[in-house]
């Protein structure tokens, strides 16, 4: 019993490992790629090759909408040689999030021309992810779980 749990369990650490995606700038196929930080603050890593040199990512968050905006640095012409690629890295910090469905825009976005006028959308890339509502044990579920592992341990031991 004791050996199939062993088994199963590297089996899990060696699966998840096959299950980790490359990042484009390491020439990984997904283009752009959005990889979730779980913790306390979420952040949220970016990683996209590009024609475009950017600014730093700034982060709006409007209830469950995630917008991160950078702004391009220069517009060279099409067509760009894939040697002249550009690796966007970056990572943001969302801070605490409640639990639910958010979305993310992530834009290259130049400055409206006009006056208060909305910025001009170069590129967008979206991406959805889950905070799930995760409950916490109290006090007194801590101490019975705590007693019952106890208890399964010296009942193991014993064997």
């Not at 004791?2 to 088994?7: D, G, K, P, T, V």
């Not at 020439?27 to 952040?43: A, E, H, K, R, S």
């Not at 409007?62 to 690629?85: K, N």
């Amino acid at each position: 019993m004791l050996q199939r749990f062993a088994i199963a369990v590297l089996v899990l650490f060696v699966s998840s490992g096959a299950a980790a995606q490359i990042s484009p700038c390491s020439g990984g196929p997904t283009n752009p790629l959005f990889t979730l930080i779980p913790g306390n603050p979420v952040q949220l890593k970016f990683e996209h090759l590009t024609i475009h040199a950017l600014t730093a990512p700034t982060v709006s968050i409007s209830g469950t909408q995630i917008t991160v905006m950078q702004t391009p640095l220069d517009l060279p012409p099409p067509p760009v040689a894939a040697s002249d690629l550009n690796c966007n890295s970056s990572t943001v910090t969302l801070g605490v999030l409640p639990p639910g469905t958010y979305n993310v825009a992530w834009n290259y976005a130049l400055p409206s021309p006009i006056p208060n006028g909305a910025p001009i959308i170069v590129e967008s890339h979206t991406f959805s992810f889950v905070i799930a509502n995760v409950p916490a044990l109290g006090r007194p579920m801590l101490l019975a779980l705590l007693l019952l592992l106890g208890f399964l341990g010296m009942v193991t031991l014993r064997r």
